[in-house]
């Protein structure tokens, strides 16, 4: 079964940093592109940072280079670097792989940033 487990989320104070995962089973990792989205309630989904699946990266722009994200196509691992958090970082964060036409989303990791 084709799978996205993601990780690390949780409670960090403003000018902090986390570490999102996301493991992937039951497909072939390195022959998709990978993605972090987050979500506000009410608010549509937005692409945080994607990487291709031969390494190629991009990032949102709100990202202003604190964000990182990066792959281990051995351990079958997607994985964002988040530093200097903010509290409009606050979202729920999905991975996400494509290889059109297949797409498999992971059910999110809660970010809070927060005094």
């Known amino acids: 079964q084709e799978q996205l487990v993601e990780s690390g989320g949780g409670l960090v104070q403003p000018g902090g940093s986390l570490r999102l995962s996301c493991v992937a089973s039951?497909?072939?990792?390195?022959?998709?592109?990978m993605f972090w989205y987050r979500q506000v309630p009410g608010n549509e989904r937005e692409l945080v940072a994607g990487?291709?699946?031969?390494?190629?990266?991009n990032y949102g722009d709100f990202v202003k280079g604190r964000f990182t994200i990066s792959r281990d196509n051995l351990k079958a691992v997607l994985y964002l670097q988040m530093n200097e958090l903010q509290p409009e970082d606050t979202a729920v964060y999905y991975c996400?792989?494509?290889?059109?036409?297949?797409?498999?989303w992971g059910q999110g990791t809660q970010v809070t940033v927060s005094s």
């Open positions: 996400k792989a494509v290889n059109t036409p297949r797409t498999i």
């Open positions: 990487v291709g699946e031969f390494g190629g990266t």
């Open positions: 039951g497909f072939t990792f390195s022959s998709y592109d």
